[in-house]
C-alpha cells in the first residue's frame, strides 16, 4: 500500500490508508486519546482506543516518527473532518530525550540564540517551515520573471584571486600553497557574462566578512543577482527590478497564499511604477519635512531611509521607493557616473518599507574608463583587476544590473526583526554551527 | 524605436529596425562589404555600399560593440534570408586590440592554457556560449523535475565549523578569530531538512582541496543536490534520480534541440528503468568476461567502470548503469548497511558512459548508529558533529539522496576530454582567475 500524505485523505474515505510522520503531539480527551501525526502536508488525528495500541504510546515523546496504518473516516469534530481509526502504529524512529522547546504550540516560543542553537529541530515548527517555503518561493519567482525576460542562468565561482567590492571585509582562505578570497559578490563575473548572454542571472552565496553584530547583518547571505546589456542607462534596470519583484510577489500570491497567510504576511502596497527620488532632491525634502538638514552627506542614515519610506508610502501609496543618484564617491568603481553631473552616479537604491532591499545602477563599460576609474581611486596594483578589465578591451555593451538579498527580502516583507530570523542556519561574529 | 533581436528580422520585412551587438566579422564579396553584427540570439548580414560607411569601418577589430539602424529585406542569398540595408551605424564600444584567438570561425581553435587565460572574452565563442546555455538549461531541468515530485529548495551554509564528508581535502577559512571551513558538500544540511520538508534539493557550489591535477577534477563545482524522507531504502532514491535524469535530459530536449545539435551531442541511450548490478556481482562479471580479478577489491577502477558502462550498453542497450552495495569501508560514515549483508553498504553509483556521474545512497537515520559509526570509524571528538546529530535526536525518517556533478554532466553528455571544458571559470591547483 502507498502512502498518502495527510492533505489526501479527504479521498480515501472508507479506504484503509497508509500515512508516516512525525508524533506532533498525543492528547486524552473524553477518555479517549488522540494522536495528531504531522507529514509534511499537514496534521491528521489519529484515534487510538483499544487498550494494545494505547499501551505502544506509553512514553512515546514527540517527534518519534511513525508510520500509522488505519481507516480514514468522516469525522465533523475531528481538524479538517477527517480522521484515521483502528490504527496500526510502527515507530520508525523512537526518540528518547525531551526536546529543547516544544514544536507543537502554534507559537514557537524559544529565544533566539536558544532557537539557532537547537535549529536542526527547530526549523520543524509549522511557522519556520512556513518562512523558509516562502525562501524557495522568492527564488522560484525570480528566475520564473527572469526567464520569461530572456535571461540566462550561470553559476560563478565563489573562490575568487581578488577582493571583488574592495574594502578589507573578504574573508581568506588557504589555497594550497597561496591565498584565495571568498567572492563578495559575483559582480565582475556577472558582468563578464554580459558579453556572452547579454542578460544573465545568478542565486548563489556572497560572504562578507564584515565584524559587526546587527539584526540586519550576516556573514553570509543568499545574493540574487542580476546584470543585462544594451541599456540606455539605470533606468532600464530600474524597469526589470520593478518586474521581478513584481513577479516575485505575483509568485508567492499563486503558490504560498497558505504560507503568506500563516505567516501574518503584508503584502506590500505597489502602485504600477515604483516611485523614484534623486538623491540630492532626497536630502532636500528630509530637511523640509524633517527638519534634519543633510545636504552634502554621502550617504542616507537608517533614519533617513525610513523617513522616505514613510513619504513614499503617504504621497504615492508604495512600500517601494527607488533614490537615484548617490555621490560616486560612496559607489564602487565600476559604477557610470550621472553624465550631466558626473558628482552622482547612474544608480540607486530600492528601498523596501524604508529599509534597502537593492542596490544597483548603471556600470563603466568602457576599458578606459575602467583604467581612469582604478587610478582615480588610487588603485596602483592593476594585477588582480586584469582577467576582469580584458572583457572591457574586447567591446562590452552599456549594462547594469542589481542584487536582492533573499533573507532580506523576506526579513522586509514579514516584517521580522532579525536577519537572522529570515536564514536558514546564520553565520555570524559568534555563530558558525549548526 | 526599440531594438530587436537578429532572430526577429524576418517580422520586420520592409520596416527601419534598429539592432546592437557585435561585429562578428567584416567581410568583401564581389565589392560589396558585410558586416556580420551577432547578438544573443543569432547572426545577421548587414550591407554597406556608401563610402561614408565604409570610411566608418576603417580599421574596425572584431568585437566592437555597435548599434545599426536600418531596412530589413528579404534576400534569398543572405544567411537567413534577411538583410540589412542602407544601415547607419553607431559605436557603443570601440575595441582597439586584436583578439587572442578568433571568435568568428565556427571551431574555437584555441589551446586550453589560452582559452582558460581568455575566458572572459573567449566564452562568447558560439560553441562556448552553447555549451553553457545546456549548462542552465540542466539546473532548469533538475529542478522543474523535482518540483513536480514536492521537494522543497534550500540554501544551506558554505562556511562551516567542521569538515562534512571527512578527511583533509576541505580547505580553511580564516573566520575572524578561528578557523571555518568550506562545505565539501550540503550532505549535513539536506539530511537536517528531511526533518522539516521530507523532500529537499539544492544547486550550490560545493569546495574540494584535492591536491590532484587530473582531467575529471576541480576544486569548486556545481553540486545538484537530493535528499528524500520515508523511503523503504536506497531503490526508492535510484527510482527518482531515474526520473531526474530523464526529465533533464526532455527538458534539454524540448528548450536546447539548436545548442544539442550545435554541439553534436549525441543523447543517452535509456531503457525505461535502467539496469543496476550489485557491486560483488559486477566484479564477478569482471572476472568472467575480462579476465581481471578484483573481487575483494573494495572500489571499482576507472577501467573496470568503462568495461561496465560498455557492458550495460551491449546488454540492456543503456547508456546509464547504476552499481549498488559498494563496501561500507569505502563510503562515508552516513552510509546504511545492507541490512542482509553489512560488509556491504544500501549505497549506488551512477554510471554514464562507463564513468561515475552521480553518487548517492540511503543513509543512516537512527540516533544510536550514527554514534556507533562514528565510533567504529574512530572518531574520538565528535564535537563538530554534535549539532548534527542533534536532528537524529528527535526522530528522523529513513532517507537518502544522490548529488550530480553539473560539470561532469556536461562533460559526458558532449564527450568533452577535459572538465575544464564544461566550468564556466574553473578552479584548480594552478588556476584562480580569471
Redesign the interface.
Known amino acids: 500500500m502507498d ?1 498518502i500524505y495527510t492533505n489526501e485523505i479527504g479521498s480515501h474515505i472508507g479506504e484503509r490508508v497508509h500515512l ?1 510522520g ?2 506532533h503531539t498525543l492528547r486524552r480527551m473524553g477518555g479517549i486519546n488522540f494522536l495528531l501525526l504531522r ?2 502536508r499537514g496534521i491528521v488525528q489519529v484515534v487510538v482506543d483499544t487498550p494494545e495500541t494505547l499501551a505502544g504510546l506509553e512514553g512515546m515523546l514527540p ?3 511513525l508510520r500509522v496504518t488505519g481507516d480514514a473516516v468522516a469525522e465533523a469534530q475531528a481538524p479538517g473532518g477527517v480522521e484515521i481509526r483502528r490504527p496500526q502504529i510502527e515507530i ?6 525531551a ?1 529543547p522547546f516544544p514544536l507543537n504550540k502554534p507559537e514557537l516560543k524559544a529565544g533566539l540564540p536558544t532557537f539557532l ?2 535549529a ?2 527547530g ?2 515548527h509549522g511557522q ?2 512556513a518562512l ?2 516562502l ?2 518561493g522568492v ?2 519567482g525570480f528566475r520564473a520573471a527572469l ?1 520569461d525576460l ?1 535571461f ?11 577582493a571583488t567590492e574592495g574594502g578589507a571585509n573578504v ?6 600553497d ?1 591565498t ?1 578570497y ?1 567572492a563578495q559578490s559575483p559582480q565582475f ?1 556577472k558582468q ?2 554580459v ?5 544573465v542571472y545568478e ?3 556572497v ?1 562578507r ?1 564584515e ?1 559587526h553584530d546587527t539584526i540586519r547583518h550576516i ?2 547571505y ?1 545574493s540574487l543577482d542580476v546584470e543585462m546589456g ?1 541599456i540606455r542607462d539605470h533606468r532600464d534596470v530600474m524597469a526589470v527590478l520593478t518586474r521581478v519583484i513584481r513577479g516575485i510577489l505575483d509568485h508567492l500570491q499563486s503558490h504560498y497564499a497558505a504560507e503568506l497567510a500563516q505567516l501574518s504576511a503584508v503584502l506590500p502596497a505597489m502602485p504600477p511604477e515604483f516611485p523614484a527620488i534623486y538623491f540630492p532632491e532626497a536630502q532636500e525634502l528630509i530637511l523640509q519635512k524633517w527638519g534634519e538638514d543633510c545636504r552634502g552627506e554621502p550617504d542616507l542614515a537608517p533614519q533617513h531611509e525610513r523617513w522616505l519610506g514613510e513619504w513614499a508610502k503617504q504621497a504615492y501609496g508604495s512600500d517601494f521607493l527607488f533614490v537615484t543618484g548617490y555621490p560616486m564617491g560612496k559607489r564602487p568603481f565600476y559604477t557610470h557616473p550621472n553624465p550631466s553631473d558626473p558628482r552622482y552616479s547612474n544608480s540607486f537604491d530600492l528601498l523596501f518599507r524604508g529599509t534597502e532591499l537593492v542596490t544597483g545602477g548603471q556600470r563603466l ?3 578606459q574608463d575602467y583604467l581612469d576609474s582604478a587610478a582615480a581611486r588610487g588603485y596602483t596594483d592593476l594585477g588582480p583587476f586584469e ?2 578589465f ?9 549594462h547594469g544590473g542589481f542584487a536582492i538579498g ?1 533573507e532580506r527580502f523576506i526579513m522586509q516583507l514579514l516584517g521580522l526583526e532579525n536577519i537572522r530570523l529570515a536564514t ?2 546564520p ?1 555570524d ?1 559568534t555563530r ?3
Chains 1, 2 share one sequence.
Do not use: C
Not at 195 to 199: A, L, M, P, S, Y
Not at 390 to 398: R, S, V
Open positions: 502512502r508516516a512525525w508524533l507529514d509534511v517527534e518519534t516518527v520508525l524512529s523512537p526518540v528518547r530525550d526536546l542553537d537547537h536542526v529541530v526549523l520543524r519556520k517551515s523558509f517555503r525562501s524557495a527564488m522560484a526567464n530572456g540566462t542562468e550561470i553559476q560563478t565561482p565563489k573562490l575568487v584571486e581578488a574573508f581568506g582562505v588557504k589555497y594550497f597561496r584565495a571568498l563575473y563578464i557574462m558579453g556572452v548572454f547579454e542578460r542565486v548563489g552565496p560572504f566578512a565584524p556573514n553570509e543568499v544594451f563599460h568602457l576599458y582577467t576582469y580584458e572583457a572591457f578591451k574586447y567591446g562590452m555593451p552599456p533573499l536558514l542556519f553565520r561574529l558558525l554551527a549548526p
